[in-house]
């Protein structure tokens, strides 16, 4: 399955999932609504038409106490003619002694409404029937037309307090009971649309979301398949934007990364190589002369010497660049005298200034870190021995001194000086601002690339400034106190 394809089931199924939940919750939503409309409407009509019953047993007591069953009949009969629905008169036993529809005279009903009032004595009562056209009141009640919902109302019939029988009013609710299925029907319908239009919208916006995820699965397809030079684009600053973001920037450092690999793949084998060619050519013009001449000879061995140097030099830094990488974690932590250690250097590299007629200058101040002292040797060798090389004439100046939770090392000369174009890339691996000059020297390009590297395991830094023909200036920030966590943040 493609990675569109799985994202489209995803958002599909997201959206049934989501679908589903709505249509549930709005069929519940509307059996309730729908249950809160039939209570009131049927409530406001029971209600109503219950104090009608009540009103009506009240009228018809004097006549009832009288037995004029033509008036009652005649009331009763006016009465129901309005309301359209059916009066029963019963005695003090529940036996029907007045049917408006002339139909269940002097039977007994066994109703749980007329026990209500006679046994329970209730002030009324009421209770809902469901009746069809062949049943009880069904042959009477001509508003019936199927099945229908009825509602028997009864009140007790006193005069003077006392209670002469029951009156039972039978009236139709299927009115209001097919009124509330009809506003069912519509809230359903409505709900309905709802849900179809919930569920297009969703599909919608579920497509915009996942298109970033989308752009950023291809992107990441193409990094593996063409390289580290893919990049998406970041609009707002969502949780996709930061991850788009973050692709972009872990896109840049791989292909940074790539580059980089592959620059010292083939600077380290151009440096290997250039030495061992000219042995190579050196060798063989030997080998060719039958009476080669001495001093050529010496002349070639001391070119070879100096080229098997170079070589010597370069692994011997790439080495030391391998080491460094490999062991970024394993420094030896212990208190360093670092001007003891400076002074120690100056000492050894003494000789070579004297042979350039260079004055080595120094101010020192006492100054005790956490360090690592042979990494640290290796910093203050290779920033003095640069000087001296590339200082003709005049002074080199090396300064120590405490800077705050700093220790500062400063070497300063008066050489030849650096290019502001190049001073960005001093520390890249086998760069040299005058390539020629560099092999003339011995330089192999890698020397302040171990240094930037020390420095940074031991969570300092390094600055540069540097004008041509006046000289350059390197200063080191070393931390007084190592700190685990302050080195990590610089890897």
């Given at each position: 399955?493609?990675?569109?394809?799985?994202?489209?089931?995803?958002?599909?199924?997201?959206?049934?999932?989501?679908l589903?939940?709505?249509v549930?919750?709005?069929?519940?939503?509307?059996?309730?609504?729908?249950?809160?409309?039939?209570?009131?409407?049927?409530?406001?009509?029971?209600?109503?038409?219950?104090?009608?019953?009540?009103?009506?047993?009240?009228?018809?007591?004097?006549?009832?106490?009288?037995?004029?069953?033509?008036?009652?009949?005649?009331?009763?009969?006016?009465?129901?003619?309005?309301?359209?629905?059916?009066?029963?008169?019963?005695?003090?036993?529940?036996?029907?002694?007045?049917?408006?529809?002339?139909?269940?005279?002097?039977?007994?009903?066994?109703?749980?409404?007329?026990?209500?009032?006679?046994?329970?004595?209730?002030?009324?009562?009421?209770?809902?029937?469901?009746?069809?056209?062949?049943?009880?009141?069904?042959?009477?009640?001509?508003?019936?037309?199927?099945?229908?919902?009825v509602?028997?109302?009864?009140?007790?019939?006193?005069?003077?307090?006392?209670?002469?029988?029951?009156?039972?009013?039978?009236?139709?609710?299927?009115?209001?009971?097919?009124?509330?299925?009809?506003?069912?029907?519509?809230?359903?319908?409505?709900?309905?649309?709802?849900?179809?239009?919930?569920?297009?919208?969703?599909?919608?916006?579920?497509?915009?979301?996942?298109?970033?995820i989308?752009?950023?699965?291809?992107?990441?397809?193409?990094?593996?398949?063409?390289?580290?030079?893919?990049?998406?684009?970041?609009?707002?600053?969502?949780?996709?934007?930061?991850?788009?973001?973050?692709?972009?920037?872990?896109?840049?450092?791989?292909?940074?990364?790539?580059?980089?690999?592959?620059e010292?793949?083939?600077?380290?084998?151009?440096?290997?190589?250039?030495?061992?060619?000219?042995?190579?050519?050196?060798?063989?013009?030997m080998?060719?002369?039958?009476?080669?001449?001495?001093?050529?000879?010496?002349?070639?061995?001391?070119?070879?010497?100096?080229?098997?140097?170079?070589?010597?030099?370069?692994?011997?830094?790439?080495?030391?660049?391998?080491?460094?990488?490999?062991?970024?974690?394993?420094?030896?932590?212990?208190?360093?005298?670092l001007?003891?250690?400076?002074?120690?250097?100056?000492?050894?590299?003494?000789?070579?200034?004297?042979?350039?007629?260079?004055?080595l200058?120094?101010?020192?101040l006492?100054?005790?870190?956490?360090?690592?002292?042979?990494?640290?040797?290796?910093v203050v060798?290779?920033?003095?021995?640069?000087?001296?090389?590339?200082?003709?004439?005049?002074?080199?100046?090396?300064?120590?001194?405490?800077?705050?939770?700093?220790?500062?090392?400063?070497?300063?000369?008066?050489?030849?000086?650096?290019?502001k174009?190049?001073?960005?890339?001093?520390?890249?691996?086998?760069?040299?601002?005058?390539?020629?000059?560099?092999?003339?020297?011995?330089?192999?390009?890698?020397?302040?690339?171990?240094?930037?590297?020390?420095?940074?395991?031991?969570?300092?830094?390094?600055?540069?400034?540097s004008?041509?023909?006046?000289?350059?200036?390197?200063?080191?920030?070393?931390?007084?106190?190592?700190?685990?966590?302050?080195?990590?943040?610089?890897?």
């Open positions: 399955m493609g990675m569109r394809s799985f994202l489209g089931s995803i958002r599909f199924r997201i959206v049934a999932i989501y589903i939940v709505m549930l919750a709005f069929v519940a939503i509307s059996g309730v609504v729908g249950e809160l409309v039939k209570g009131f409407l049927v409530s406001q009509r029971t209600l109503a038409q219950l104090s009608e019953t009540e009103h009506l047993a009240l009228a018809i007591a004097p006549l009832y106490e009288k037995q004029d069953v033509e008036a009652l009949y005649a009331y009763s009969s006016e009465w129901t003619k309005q309301t359209g629905g059916r009066v029963l008169l019963l005695d003090t036993d529940a036996v029907v002694q007045l049917d408006t529809a002339s139909e269940f005279n002097g039977y007994r009903l066994p109703y749980r409404e007329v026990r209500e009032v006679l046994l329970a004595r209730a002030g009324s009562s009421y209770g809902f029937h469901k009746l069809t056209n062949l049943n009880e009141f069904g042959k009477a009640l001509t508003f019936l037309t199927s099945t229908s919902w509602v028997y109302y009864t009140a007790p019939i006193t005069l003077e307090g006392t209670q002469l029988g029951v009156l039972l009013y039978a009236s139709s609710i299927q009115d209001a009971v097919e009124s509330v299925d009809t506003i069912t029907k519509q809230i359903g319908l409505v709900f309905l649309i709802f849900a179809v239009a919930v569920g297009i919208i969703s599909l919608i916006v579920s497509g915009w979301l996942t298109r970033p989308l752009v950023l699965t291809n992107a990441i397809r193409r990094v593996g398949a063409q390289g580290y030079s893919e990049r998406v684009p970041v609009r707002g600053k969502d949780e996709l934007a930061t991850l788009a973001d973050a692709f972009n920037i872990m896109s840049e450092k791989l292909e940074n990364h790539d580059r980089l690999r592959n010292f793949v083939s600077n380290a084998s151009h440096e290997l190589k250039t030495p061992l060619s000219t042995m190579k050519i050196l060798a063989e013009s080998l060719y002369q039958d009476e080669p001449d001495p001093k050529t000879t010496r002349e070639f061995f001391a070119d070879i010497n100096h080229e098997i140097d170079r070589l010597n030099n370069t692994i011997n830094d790439l080495l030391r660049l391998v080491q460094n990488e490999n062991e970024e974690r394993t420094l030896n932590i212990a208190e360093v005298d001007e003891a250690l400076v002074l120690r250097v100056i000492r050894r590299l003494m000789p070579i200034a004297k042979k350039k007629g260079i004055r200058e120094r101010k020192m006492p100054v005790t870190i956490e360090a690592d002292e042979a990494r640290l040797e290796q060798v290779n920033l003095i021995d640069n000087a001296l090389k590339y200082t003709d004439k005049g002074a080199v100046a090396v300064t120590l001194k405490p800077d705050g939770a700093f220790a500062a090392l400063i070497v300063h000369d008066t050489g030849i000086g650096i290019p174009g190049a001073v960005p890339r001093l520390f890249e691996r086998f760069y040299r601002v005058d390539k020629a000059r560099s092999r003339e020297t011995g330089g192999t390009g890698l020397g302040l690339s171990i240094v930037e590297r020390i420095v940074s395991m031991h969570g300092g830094y390094i600055q540069v400034e004008v041509v023909g006046r000289g350059t200036t390197f200063t080191v920030r070393l931390p007084i106190r190592h700190n685990p966590r302050e080195e990590a943040s610089h890897e």
